[in-house]
Each structure stands twice: as structure tokens, then as C-alpha cells.
């Protein structure tokens, strides 16, 4: 339609959120689904989060506020950053936006010119590329295989670094493969960005309290401190916190970057929710033991649909360190053909077949940019995860 941008012709709609939609039409419509889409925790935001925000609206916490962030929350995020990870930042150093989402979108809005490349290791978080399109900047998506646990390796970073790249997307533990790096693996690509000092970093860490046995989280300000001048941490609230509808992340960098970043914001929604605000500074400074019992359910639920996977003909499912997804390889399932006659060309053909034949609703791979995969977020009960697995293993037992 001539009346729509040319930007918007670079994007395409979020596949993840589709997945969801699709599968609560066909709820609707009286199926029996099991949607495994959804990137989000499936229990409630803790009691004394929910009573911060209702104490807020009470106080008359309700009006706009400082564009990037009310001064007490920058302050519980600069205290966070040097509780976890070991980074000093200071107030005018963080931003707080409307989600995670966001913080990044500010980030590639403030720096990319045309011809600026990302990259990006794939699979990645389906938003990446987009964001930095409607940026416009160039996506360098760079696969990286179930060989390697799905994790990029230092001398593919280096090929893929031009004269022209600006960013370097780290994420981990991943969304959607729940990979997660060593701080030996993260050294190594660290070393490998100290020889670019043209290239900045963008650590997505948002998942970064979801890890699992003995994995150290780590993030590469930390790893490297020679990179904290051109790093932007990122992070948030909505997975840790069990706060995705809050829509609360921040960000941590170079003061002349957040101030461009707040500029942006300033033109585009103003603050994030007052109220969120709140809640989310009660998130980070109030009881944690939440977090603790949240990795305890996790891990169980990754044990659980880990082995299950693997037990499904043509399925090979690594286990992850971390978040609550798992990237199943399907290779041994195309150019078969499903007990209802559907020739599994590619994933997202098994994808479509499997919610049209046995009610289970998961991302194909081909959206996350590595295929043959598809990906399950197991964030849901024990019991549904055992019946959307059986439902799996019976779909796969069938192909002929
Ligand atoms: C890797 C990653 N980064 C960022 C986000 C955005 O989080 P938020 O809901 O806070 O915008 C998500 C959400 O799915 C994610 O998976």
C-alpha cells in the first residue's frame, strides 16, 4: 500500500507473539492446545512486588517522571550491577525504559547509520535483526550450529568483523537456544573484540538469574574490563521478576550513549510506567529468595523436557545452561511424512503439522535464523510439559 513506509517493508511481524495468537484462536475455538510459545514465566509477579505498585498508586505515584528513569530505581540498578556482576556504574550511566525491548530498540535508534552492520550470532531473539532494520542498519546473522552447543566461536567472530560493524550482539543464556558461556568462552571472544576497538558490545543479559547446576553467569564488562567503555549491559525485570507485563528493562553504558538513548525515548513514550517503576525497585531491592526457588523449578522442567526430547525419533535436544527454552534438532524428521499425509519439507512445516495434529504449539527455527529446530519454552506445569512431550514423541514415532 503506497500509503505505508518503506520501513515498515523491512520488518515483518514478531513469528513468537503469531505463535501465541495462533494457538489462543485455536483455544478459543475449543481445541485442545498446549502452547509452548509464550517467553515468559508462567507464575505470578511475587505478592510484595504487586503491593510496592498498589502502595505506589495509593501515594500518588502516578504522574510523569524523570524520561528514563525515577533517581531511587537508576540507584537500586547501580546497586545491583555491583552486587551481581561486579560493575560500577553510576545514576547517569543507566537508563530505564518500557521493557527490555525498549533499551535495546533505543540503543540501535541512537547509533546505526545506513551501511552500519550487527552482528548477530544465530540463533537469535527474533527481534534483533528487525530492531536494527528499522534502525537502518544491516543484521550479520552468523550461525552458529548444534556442534558448538549453538555458541558463537572466537575465530567466527573475527571473520565476521568488518571495518564497518558497529555492534556485537552478546546474548546469554540465549533465548531461544538457553546456551549459556563460560567465562573461558566469553573471555575468548573478548579477546578477540579487544583487537576491534571500533566495535561496541550490546550484552543482552536478561536471562541471566535463570542458570542452571553450577554455570556462573558472567557478562563481558565483567570479563574484560578494557571493554566498559564501549559496552552497553542490558537487562531487566520481566523473566527474573516474573514481571513480563510490567514492562520494565534498563541498560548500563558510556554516559554520552545513555544520554542519546534518553533523547530518543524523550521523542517516542516519555517514561516507562510510574508505577512499574516502583515495582520493579522493589523487585531489585526487596526480598531475593525468589530467585533461587524459581532456578530449582526451572531446572526441573529443562531435566524434564530435555530427556523426553531426546526420546522422540529424529529429535536430538542439547541440554542448555540457562533461561527456559530448549532448540530440539529435528534433521532426522524432514522428508518424512506425518500420519495426516504432510510432507515435513522443513521446520516450519513440522511446526504447522504438529499444532494442526496433536493440539502442541512451538516456534519453528527458520524464525530464529538456524533450522532444521524448533523451539519450546517450558515455562508452563510439569504435567502439561509431560503431555505436550508425549504428544511430540508420538507425532515424531509416526513420520514415515
Ligand atoms: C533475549 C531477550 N532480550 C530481551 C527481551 C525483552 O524483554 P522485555 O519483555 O523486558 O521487553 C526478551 C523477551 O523475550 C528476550 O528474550
Redesign the pocket.
Known amino acids: 500500500m503506497a500509503f505505508l513506509s518503506d520501513t515498515l517493508s523491512r520488518v515483518k511481524p514478531s513469528p513468537t507473539i503469531a505463535v501465541t495468537t495462533k494457538a489462543n484462536e485455536l483455544k478459543a475455538a475449543g481445541k485442545d492446545v498446549i502452547g509452548l510459545g509464550a517467553?515468559e514465566p508462567d507464575f505470578d509477579t511475587p505478592q510484595n512486588i504487586k503491593d510496592a505498585a498498589k502502595a505506589a498508586i495509593d501515594a500518588g505515584k502516578t504522574k510523569y517522571t524523570a524520561v528514563d528513569g525515577i533517581p531511587e530505581l537508576k540507584k537500586a540498578i547501580c546497586a545491583k550491577f555491583a552486587r551481581e556482576n561486579g560493575l560500577t556504574y553510576a545514576p547517569n550511566q543507566i537508563t530505564v525504559g518500557t521493557?527490555?525491548?525498549?533499551t535495546?530498540y533505543n540503543a540501535f535508534m541512537a547509533t546505526c547509520n545506513p551501511g552500519d552492520e550487527v552482528i548477530i550470532p544465530a540463533p537469535y531473539?527474533v527481534?534483533y535483526p528487525d530492531m536494527v532494520l528499522l534502525a537502518g542498519g544491516t543484521p550479520v546473522a552468523v550461525e552458529c550450529g548444534i556442534e558448538s552447543n549453538f555458541k558463537l566461536l572466537p575465530a567466527q567472530l573475527e571473520a565476521a568483523i568488518t571495518p564497518k560493524t558497529k555492534w556485537f550482539i552478546f546474548?546469554s543464556p540465549?533465548?531461544p537456544t538457553g546456551a549459556g558461556y563460560t567465562r573461558a568462552e566469553l573471555k575468548a571472544l573478548t579477546d578477540v573484540l579487544m583487537r576491534h576497538p571500533h566495535v561496541w558490545i550490546m550484552s543482552?543479559d536478561?536471562?541471566e538469574h535463570l542458570v542452571f547446576d553450577d554455570f556462573e553467569f558472567c557478562t563481558p564488562a565483567q570479563v574484560e574490563p578494557g571493554l566498559y567503555d564501549r559496552t552497553l549491559t542490558c537487562n531487566?525485570v520481566?523473566?527474573s521478576y516474573a514481571m513480563?507485563g510490567w514492562?520494565?528493562?534498563y541498560a548500563a553504558g558510556p554516559v554520552a550513549l545513555i544520554k542519546a538513548m534518553g533523547t530518543i525515548q524523550s521523542q517516542s513514550t516519555s517514561n516507562p510506567s510510574s508505577i512499574s517503576q516502583y515495582a520493579a525497585l522493589e523487585g531489585l531491592t526487596g526480598p531475593q529468595e525468589f530467585l533461587a526457588q524459581n532456578k530449582i523449578l526451572f531446572q526441573r522442567r529443562r531435566d524434564l523436557v530435555v530427556g523426553m526430547l531426546n526420546d522422540a525419533k529424529g529429535v536430538t535436544c542439547p541440554k542448555p545452561e540457562g533461561a527456559f527454552y530448549v532448540y530440539p534438532d529435528i534433521s532426522g524428521c524432514i522428508g518424512k511424512t506425518s500420519a495426516a499425509g504432510t510432507k515435513i519439507t522443513n521446520d516450519e512445516v513440522f511446526a504447522t503439522a504438529l499444532l494442526e495434529e496433536t493440539g502442541v504449539a512451538v516456534v519453528f527455527g527458520a524464525a530464529f535464523g538456524l533450522s532444521p529446530n524448533f523451539r519450546v519454552s517450558y515455562a508452563t506445569s510439569d504435567d502439561v510439559l509431560k503431555e505436550a512431550c508425549t504428544r511430540i514423541q508420538t507425532f515424531c514415532a509416526a513420520l514415515a
Open positions: 517467553g521493557g527490555g525491548k525498549q535495546l531473539w527481534s546474548n540465549s533465548n543482552d536478561m536471562y531487566g520481566s523473566k513480563t514492562r520494565i528493562g
